[in-house]
């Protein structure tokens, strides 16, 4: 079982950076892929990145590669996702999520948190 909680959401003008963390809790969360996801109003979720359980692959959405970076330290149960160059269209509710395993789906998921990219 793994308990996520997103915080690090709010308002940021356009071009601006903000991190975004997970706190996860769990004592086999170092063995979990995990990755972020948005859901902006009346869209579809829409995945973004994801890592595996050491840190040592990752993998972006053409959406957001080389503007987010995903990134964990495993020592304090503890997901980032940097996000620069923001865009008015970033806006919308940021969640985190555990996979089992690398290419798996999502197996548990936070409870999201807000982010509103003004123009």
């Known amino acids: 079982q793994v308990h996520l909680v997103e915080s690090g959401g709010g308002l940021v003008q356009a071009g601006g950076s903000l991190r975004l963390s997970c706190a996860a809790s769990g004592r086999t969360f170092s063995s979990y892929a995990m990755k972020w996801f948005r859901q902006a109003p009346g869209k579809e979720r829409e995945f973004l990145a994801t890592?595996?359980?050491?840190?040592?692959?990752?993998f972006y959405a053409d959406s957001v590669n080389g503007r987010f970076t995903i990134s964990r330290d495993n020592a304090k149960n503890m997901v980032y996702l940097q996000m620069n160059s923001l865009k008015p269209e970033d806006t919308a509710v940021y969640f985190c999520?555990?996979?089992?395993?690398w290419g798996d789906g999502v197996a548990y998921w936070g409870q999201g948190t807000q982010v509103t990219v003004s123009s």
């Open positions: 890592i595996n359980w050491s840190g040592s692959a990752t």
């Open positions: 999520a555990a996979s089992l395993r």
